[in-house]
């Protein structure tokens, strides 16, 4: 008999063909395999037992890197093959084919790395079909070496040998090479003149030993290296890069190593070991190796493995570099990460002492991933490289969408279908090379699915850079989403669902419907419909972003509405940062109510009690003061909880606001008594936990709705998601809550897109 | 949602961004439309019997009447003049109507009206003709002020934003942001120990000072409302260019950092009164900034930055550790966008 299976999904470029021939032939079955621009299609013929053996195995065995979306089989005439044989592939073999992620070494390309009998023993660009470049290297599709950039380099017999026999691992590896007829590796200096060196991997660990710090470039740009144990060459990098506290995150070389900077789950060594070899956060070891400099005051430590063949080089067993480095994307401030060997030379003069490069090109940048474990599984913080462009599967597809993200951590989507791209991390949007980045992001996209896009949608902040680029766009129909709204669709869309929900989106700084800014709200989210019912007061910003950046300033702002402004004196030696005319200034205009922008948002009232707790009054990063009130609390899920006050905010009527004034005079009270601040930290979080269930009852009581989703960046907070998932779960409640995509800004435009889609739908 | 507009003004309206162009463009350009008026200059540039003139017209209102280093009876003369002068004209004559509230007091509206002549005498111009009119009391705020004024053009008048070319090089009289901290600590009641004044100054000398040097500006604007940022917007906006800034030669007084980092402001978005942006071709760059520092409205010039070929349409600030941000007028009063 003869069957015929069209596949669709990622199924080019990673092995797929070659596996469908090795099955096929261990099976005895004739017939053929192509690609197309939809997928994949298999002919198999023989005796009925082999064609049912086959289909039964093609979604079990198919290759670690491809994913099968679909499956359609039929039976059709016999044809009367008796060998199988892969096809040309069908012309214009793009549309509908996905693009597979960047993927780390494999085990067999890591074991002939380190053979001295294999021909590509220590060679730096050793890959095969189921590792190495993809994403950051193609150009356009069909996914072809031309298409690539490997199409500078011509193989050399023996690598086109392995490139044309599908009994190979090599079989249509578009970025095979080897050390005869493929990329490169060479060091330069600061100046980006040439060092010659016999082995330029030696060359660059003998410098990274004598406390050099090293631009070497990667998969999806360069990273900046240095011995993670030196403290003075750390702060040496710190001051190059004007970066003060933001941390640094870590490569080492295998698991072992990692337990001894970390405490490590099961969980967490499957993620850091997985073929994405993301940045994982993980508990910091006192006293382990990397010094306090990579991550100043943080209780965690961002830590990957290596995950192309130059890392494994540069950390190997032997000659390797022996201790931690530390890995961070090699960029100016916050923009982009530097790609090009170029721009590396010019933008990181003054910053790397020396610069291993190759001749390689990076198409695409991609940064390191970041992720974390919580509530027991892996989530997102930052997705991009080994994760992009893989697509989150929507609960509902129409014409293709453009969504262009929020301001920081920017990220943009493209729907195609049911299929939503999210693109790599973007970043900052107010720099000017981040914005460009996101037009190139944007038109690159486009390209590679081969999209037009009929709908653009964006924030509703009218001077998110996002949103102005959204504007500009006149050629597309747009569309506006409210930022907590997006939040709560981006979780619903990435759990397939569609349902009427209860939304706790929990941030720092978002746009709301009345033209203030919003962060500390419980939506009913019902598709493109969106209600408040409930929210955080909302606090004066002393300041405005300076008062975000300042988190004394939130402190004042906190003692202001809880009638406690007199502790001011008191409470000034905890804030190093603040000068005393200052803050009483500010203290005299919150008095005299000086209109002064509020703000409902969540990471606020983290901002303000890190300061009142002297944990924090100062932040360098994004989120820097949440994180340290989060890591400095003494977490214990029976702590009591401070008094709150739910009240409407007309009588009788919604939204309920959540007052925190007589939370704050409690706390006060309590530090008074003596209380620790890692104790007040742990009942301020008790206190958030407690008000966001009994705003979910409540909701649930007016709405009858028992789905909860969660959005936002405080969810990040390890504390209030597992243990706000736990109590709704256990009263009852079904929650959801980001973990393919982040629940910060990055995770903005899945949301808008989906909003796009319902808005249409 | 996006397209969704209020039907009533809100203060944002007047704010000076981009909520009040499109106010005016939609309500006023729209049925007003002429050659003149769709020039869209702070002047309108006439031919009247052969003469070349410039026409403008303001609205003062200022809350303090009186503040450090003016009043709006000083305000009021200064920035119709200003408008004139950067139009490239020399400011002849101007009007003057005041709207006075019941109770207001006369001793002050002395005041004022002495720094209406002694400023007007100070800029070489004649007030020739005017209009007073008072309102009940509680439906005005105190005094209103509005002036007009006629300048006569000179051959060489600026061309506007669209004749920038890359290269060209930008300047500016001082230090930003003087008179929009001083009125937001006086409003906020925010102490200034230092003595920090308005710059609120007549410019008509300082650009004769420029063109007596043989300086022909390709670009001249006043940053009032709306700040030295909105200037470099309009000048990117209005031409193919980009506009390049760096933010070490940008003049900023101590004083108005502080208030700017109290408040959380940016001195970039501060309202300037005795300030004028001059974007010259290179080769007449250093004979510009010799006559500016040469002039008392002077004595702090800067070149600022550069007109680029990159980036077309938008203004980059190059910042003190070599970062490139970009600089846009907010649409309304800032709201934050950081996390
Ligand atoms: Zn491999
Ligand atoms: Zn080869």
Redesign the interface.
Known sequence: MRRRFEVAGIVQGVGFRPFVYRLATRLGLGGHVFNHEAGVTIEVEGDAAAVDAFAAALRPEAPPLSRIDEVRAVDVADAGERAFRIAPSAAHARAATLISPDVAVCDDCRRELFDPADRRHRYPFINCVNCGPRYTIIADLPYDRPKTTMRAFTMCPACQAEYDDPRTRRFHAQPNACPACGPRLALEDAAGRPLPAADPVAAAVARLVAGAILAVKGLGGFHLACDAALAAVVAELRRRK?RDEKPFAVMVRDLEAVAALAAVSDAEARLLTSPERPIVLLARRAGGPSCDEVAPGNRRVGVMLPYTPLHHLLLADAGGFPGPLVMTSAN????PIVRDNDEARWRLRGIADAFLVHDRDILVRADDSVLHVAAGMPRQVRRSRGFVPVPVRLPRGGPPVLAVGG??KNTICLTRGRDAFLSQHIGD?????T??FLEEIAAHLQRVLDLRPEVVV?D??????AT?YA?HRTDLT????QHHHAHVLACLAEHGREAPCIGLAL???G?GLD???WGGEVLVVDGTAMQRAAHFRALP?P???????EPWRMALALLHVAGAADRLEQLLPRWPHAEAR?AR??R??LA?A?PF?R?S?L?RLFDAVAALLGIRDLATF??QAAMALEQAAAWDPAVPPYPIDLVPAAPGGTPLVVDPAAMARALLDDLDAGATPARAAARFHATIVATLVTLAQRTRADTSLRLVALGG?VFQNRILLETISARLTADGFEVLAPAQVPA??GGLALGQAYFALLSLG | ???SRSRTISLGHGSGG?LTHDLVHEVFGARLANPVLDGGGDSALLEVGGARIAFTTDSFVVSPLVFPGGDIGKLAVCGTVNDLAVAGAVPRFLSLAVVLEEGFDRDLLERIADSIAHTAAAAEVLVVTGDTKVVEKGKGDGVYLNTAGVGLLRPAAPGGAASARPGDVVLVNGPCGDHGAVIVSAR???ELSSGLQSDCAPLGGLVAALYDAGVTPRFMRDPTRGGTAGVLAELARGGACGVEVDETSLPVRDEVRGVC?????DPLFLANEGKVIVVVPPEQAAAALAALRGHPHGTAAAAIGAITAA?PG?V?LR?R??????I?M???D??????
């Open positions: 004007h100016p401030s916050d923009e301001e920081l949007l107010e720099n000017a090379p914005a460009a964006h509703l902040h009218p001077d998110y850079h102005r504007l747009r569309l506006a989403v941030d720092g700084t746009y033209d203030t800014i910003l300041g405005g972003e300076q008062a975000i950046r200052t200034t500010l005299d205009l005299r000086h922008p703000s948002g990471g994004e989120g960046g910060n800004d | 949602m996006a397209e981009l906020s009641g925010i980092e109290l408040l959380g402001m980036h938008q980059v910042t550790y070599g970062g490139q941000r970009l846009d907010p649409v309304s800032p709201l934050p966008r950081i996390c």
